[in-house]
């Protein structure tokens, strides 16, 4: 009689074989068998001090379709599915700066600290009494996709835990008036206009760094220095006795930028000569046409005929990765 075994079943019991070696003795943690790449090797993550523990690892075979979010998080209702509370630790990116906070690049060594009191986003959580496990997940840019999910359980030691409970402190940003949210991408054009207004419910001062060299940031403004691709901002508050630090990033898909002469619509006297603009906002030198015999333009000169009005067509050529072509019209109004 032939014994049939499910490829689930053997991928359950393969995970489950992997959590009870890790909580013996391991010091290399990797992925369950149904994800696909990558490895992430550390001391173990059992009997850690409640009061913090610092955890020292590093990845191999680092997924290459987008990044990881790191987080700690209370372990999921139905085995095997995503945890819900959690309270991110890293974003790991190939795209992050050095030393950004609440950022690292995946091809170093990774930090960050394990504490059994957390606040997670969808409320307090006590991991000396509750399951909680380490969660790794693709970042914004694959959403949905659950092909390297990996939830590593761990425990705590039994003791009086002393790291005071600290109020969370909430980041509101802004981009030219409109809320932004933490990991959810919004478009961000080419040298388009992005104003950046920042505050925290403690009153402690917002630090804002871009964390991608594709955009700068200074004295408010966010610029867009690439027409495709992606960036981010890091933002964060340092705590104090009262409120936690604070830590976000804040993503961006960059986007071909939109030139412009500046106007639309102009006037001019009958029989007269004046200049138009001859380059873009991009610097592009601006082709014109005359829809109609009011208007002659010769170069970025027009010279004014009869009639009430005239329609020039206006076009500049586009730059591959950084802006759009122009093509729009431009009213006169023949006085």
């Known amino acids: 009689m032939t014994n049939n075994v499910s490829g689930e ?3 359950k019991l393969i995970r489950t074989i992997s959590v009870v070696v890790l909580a013996v003795s391991a010091t ?20 850690l001090n409640p009061n913090g523990s610092l955890i020292n690892g590093g990845f ?34 190939p795209t992050a700066t050095a ?10 060594p990774i930090a960050f600290t394990l504490k059994s009191s957390i606040k997670g986003n969808l409320g307090d959580i006590d991991c000396s009494i509750s ?11 694959a959403t949905a996709d659950k092909s390297e999910d990996t939830y590593l359980p761990i425990t705590f030691t ?28 919004v478009n961000l ?15 402690l001062p917002v630090v804002i760094t871009s964390a991608t060299p594709e955009c700068s940031y200074a004295n408010g403004v966010l610029t867009a220095l690439k027409g495709s691709g992606l960036c981010a901002l890091s933002v964060s508050t340092a705590g104090n006795l009262e409120y936690e630090a604070a830590r976000a990033n804040y993503p961006f898909i960059l986007a071909l930028g939109k030139q412009s002469i500046g106007i639309s619509v102009t006037g001019a006297k009958k029989g007269t000569t004046r ?61």
């Open 9 to 11: 079943k053997v991928k």
């Open 28 to 47: 290399v943690v990797t992925a369950p068998a149904e994800a696909a790449t990558f490895t992430w090797s550390s001391q173990p993550l059992t009997n």
């Open 60 to 93: 191999t075979n680092f997924p290459t379709k987008s990044g990881l979010y790191v987080s700690q998080c209370l372990a999921p209702v139905v085995s095997g599915e995503r945890p819900t509370n959690c309270a991110q630790l890293l974003w790991v990116t």
């Open 99 to 108: 030393g950004t906070p609440g950022m690292a690049l995946p091809t170093g």
């Open 131 to 141: 399951q909680c496990g380490l969660f790794f997940r693709l970042d914004h840019l």
């Open 158 to 185: 039994s003791g009086v835990i002393t790291t005071p409970v600290l109020k969370t402190d909430v980041l509101t940003i802004t981009l030219n008036g409109a809320a932004l949210t933490k990991n959810v991408p």
């Open 189 to 203: 054009a080419y040298r388009a206009k992005a104003v950046i207004a920042s505050q925290s419910t403690s009153g």
């Open 275 to 335: 200049a138009l603009p001859a380059q873009t906002n991009f610097g592009t030198s601006v082709l014109y046409k005359s829809k109609s015999k009011s208007c002659v333009v010769e170069s970025n000169l027009l010279t004014v005929g009869r009639g009430k009005s005239c329609t020039l067509t206006v076009k500049a050529a586009g730059k591959d990765l950084m802006w759009a072509p122009l093509d729009t019209t431009l009213k006169v109004n023949i006085k």
